[in-house]
């Protein structure tokens, strides 16, 4: 995969049971791919925002944004890519290790503590976050949950 | 009011006058209160496949939407092949299906099926109704979208308990659907720029597609080419945006289009698309399609068709019509070498005629079509099945005007010609309605027989019946290794028998002395009427590109 497929997009769709099966259908017969994705309601009520990441494939990049401002459902799309854009991800894993003094100077919060392991949180943009999940494996990783970004443009 | 009755109030006071469609178990409701609405009519068919096809062929004869009924699982499923048929060619159709009731959805209750799920890859858009209160919006916003920007079909999916429950009927104030921006995506920022460019240009050509159709925009494509001095040609579906007989055309392009047309494309410096796709079978290889193009210009109201195939240098986003009447008044005089330009068209005219075998003692397709233009001009409805037939019915005959030409260009579904003739007929009842079908597949619904008869429809069959999958067969002898698998159509019916069977009149021809007495009976006869012609079975559609070949490359009918 060639990073230059990839696109970040931001999409505002109306909330109905539909929503997420006609953006996720038209991608894969378009010959795209997600990469990764985060949906959530947005600050109008009715209307949810998806972040995508989409690997556009053999198609042209732009093809990615103009098929899917096509669906009815899609009330608006913005490309993000290439922009400067706040880009957080979020991670919450379990590990082993008792000492996390590495993971905490990272700005890992403690979630829960047991005897047999600790549940910790981090966000942060996709590196860092990349960062952590790997020095998450010398603290004895049991689990990791991590989410797709959500991004938003730095100014308006 | 009941949900049912909602549906069917709302069906008439958008205008609908036909439905085509099949009950069963869960759009039972909306059959019970049918007889309450006597301004519907409604023409049961004997497949829902035939039910959409009719539809859309009754949307493409008179603009209007086709609508369709079925049931739930297998008969909605049924619709899907006419569905994707229609979305693929951009005709506006709504298809009301029923559904299992709201609170067995997702248990696999009898006939349940996924429809949306089944559909969304063929539909402009899709609703499931679970409440009774949804609906009369619904069936307004439905009618909305399918028949504005780029039409389309849509579906609704009512659960049976919708339709039997009560409510308050409440109309919509008006449509609000966000998503939905018809006016959003127009951009004719460079209009003036693609004028000039095109006006500009040594060896200008301009394709016309089904855009140009469906926003009737015929008038203004000839007053451009005309004042422009520009080359016309068409896509299949395209056919009658302009007329074949204008000295600016260039008829059919494509990979089966008339050599003359793929020499000016191959040789044009500025091409102009207008309302259309630029899919694979207009550009053959795409590495090679007009190489000598500097100036790509793209016209098209769905502005996800830019650059989608072909990267344009400008592109309108617009309604053919909006585009055409921003472009022509920037257009000055042509460039004086323009004389050169369309004087090497007529040449390549000259050169690369369409042509045809007839001296080897069969019958041959072309004589069939040529002596039926000599009868209905431009008169008469002509719906084309897929396959050799399709190619032979576009090319052999001199479509110069709108709306006569039907076929499944984009889908190319084998089928669609007998119900689609019948709902052209149903629209267009003043005019003739012929069906140009081979015989492989009028058999795949050949049972809608049975409503050309029932309703006693003037739709004229004429068969080109080769006794095998003819363009299947051409394919495999020229591009597969000349190895013929699985082509030969031995056991048929025999279509006369066929015919008496459903109760209409037919006759078999395998000479070319019959062709015109039988025509003669075709055309007295009142209510439907099938010819069998027995043509040549090696008979071949010419020019072709061979597959994986540029547009240059194309083939010709070999010399007698």
């Known amino acids: 995969m060639s990073e230059d497929r990839l696109r970040v997009l931001s999409v505002v769709v109306e909330d109905g049971p539909g929503a997420l099966s006609k953006v996720s259908g038209l991608i894969r017969r378009r010959g795209f791919h997600v990469r990764a994705i985060s949906v959530g309601p947005s600050r109008e009520p009715g209307l949810f925002r998806m972040t995508l990441t989409v690997d556009s494939g053999h198609a042209e990049v732009d093809q990615v944004r103009k098929q899917l401002e096509r669906l009815v459902e899609v009330v608006e799309v913005e490309d993000l890519t290439g922009h400067d854009v706040h880009s957080r991800e979020l991670v919450v894993a379990r590990v082993a290790a008792a000492d996390l003094s590495d993971l905490i100077e990272r700005g890992a919060k403690v979630l829960h503590s047991s005897p047999t392991g600790t549940t910790v949180e981090f966000a942060g943009d996709g590196g860092e976050v990349g960062d952590f999940v790997e020095e998450l494996r010398r603290h004895g990783v049991q689990d990791v949950a991590r989410s797709g970004p959500v991004v938003m443009r730095r100014s308006a | ?560």
Not at chain 2, 442 to 451: D, H, K, R, Y
Request: overall charge negative; hydrophobic content about 45%; glycine content about 8%.
């Open chain 2, 1 to 560: 009011m009941t949900g049912a009755d909602m549906v069917l109030e709302a069906l008439e006071r958008e205008g609908v006058e036909l439905i085509f469609g099949y009950p069963g178990g869960a759009n039972l409701p909306i059959y019970q209160h049918l007889p309450d609405h006597p301004k519907l009519r409604h023409i049961l068919v004997r497949h829902e496949q035939g039910a959409a096809h009719m539809a859309d062929g009754y949307a493409r004869a008179c603009g209007k939407p086709g609508v369709v009924f079925a049931t739930s699982g297998p008969g909605a499923l049924n619709l899907v092949t006419g569905l994707a048929t229609a979305y693929m060619d951009s005709v506006p159709m709504i298809a009301i299906t029923g559904q299992v009731a709201s609170t067995q959805v997702g248990r696999d209750a009898f006939q349940e099926t996924d429809v949306i799920g089944a559909t969304s890859s063929v539909t402009k858009h899709s609703y499931l109704v679970t409440n009774i209160n949804q609906l009369p919006r619904v069936i307004h916003e439905a009618f909305h979208i399918a028949t504005t920007g780029r039409p389309g079909p849509v579906l609704i999916d009512i659960c049976k308990d919708v339709q039997q429950a009560d409510a308050p009927h409440v109309l919509p104030a008006r449509l609000e659907i966000p998503g939905y921006k018809l006016n959003g995506h127009v951009n004719l920022e460079h209009a003036k720029a693609a004028a000039i460019a095109l006006a500009e240009a040594e060896r200008p050509v301009v394709l016309a597609g089904h855009g140009v159709l469906l926003s009737h925009a015929e008038a203004e494509l000839r007053e451009f080419a005309e004042k422009a001095a520009a080359p016309v040609g068409t896509t299949l579906l395209g056919i009658g945006s302009f007329p074949v007989n204008h000295p600016l055309s260039l008829h059919m392009t494509g990979f089966m289009g008339t050599g003359w047309n793929l020499k000016a494309v191959q040789n044009a410096d500025v091409l102009m698309m207008v309302g259309m796709r630029v899919d694979d079978r207009v550009t053959a290889k795409l590495a090679g399609f007009a190489p000598n193009v500097k100036t790509f210009i793209h016209i098209d109201i769905d502005g996800s068709e830019m650059g989608k195939n072909v990267r344009p240098q400008i592109e309108l986003v617009a309604d053919a019509k909006q585009a055409l009447r921003a472009m022509i008044p920037h257009l000055s005089e042509p460039e004086k070498s323009r004389g050169t330009w369309l004087a090497q068209i007529d040449a390549w005219r000259e050169e690369h005629p369409l042509k045809y075998t007839h001296s080897n003692g069969h019958l041959q397709p072309q004589d069939v079509l040529i002596d039926m233009y000599k009868r209905c001009r431009n008169e008469a409805i002509v719906v084309a099945d897929v396959g050799q037939n399709q190619i032979w019915a576009a090319l052999w005959w001199n479509y110069d005007r709108p709306g006569l030409f039907l076929n499944s260009g984009g889908s190319g579904t084998m089928g669609f010609a007998l119900p689609a003739a019948i709902g052209a007929k149903f629209a267009r009842p003043e005019l003739d309605v012929w069906c140009v079908a081979g015989e492989g597949g009028f058999v795949m619904t050949a049972q809608e027989l049975s409503v050309a008869v029932e309703h006693q429809l003037d739709v004229k069959i004429v068969l080109l019946n080769n006794f095998s999958l003819g363009m299947v067969r051409q394919f495999q002898d020229d591009f597969y290794g000349g190895v013929r698998s699985q082509v030969d159509l031995t056991h048929m019916p025999d279509f006369v028998k066929l015919a008496d069977a459903y109760g209409m009149p037919a006759v078999r021809v395998d000479k070319f002395a019959d062709i015109g007495p039988a025509m003669d009976a075709a055309e007295r006869t009142k209510g439907p009427f099938l010819i069998d012609f027995r043509i040549d079975p090696e008979a071949n559609v010419y020019p072709i590109v061979p597959l994986g070949k540029t547009l240059n490359d194309f083939w010709e009918a070999p010399d007698q």
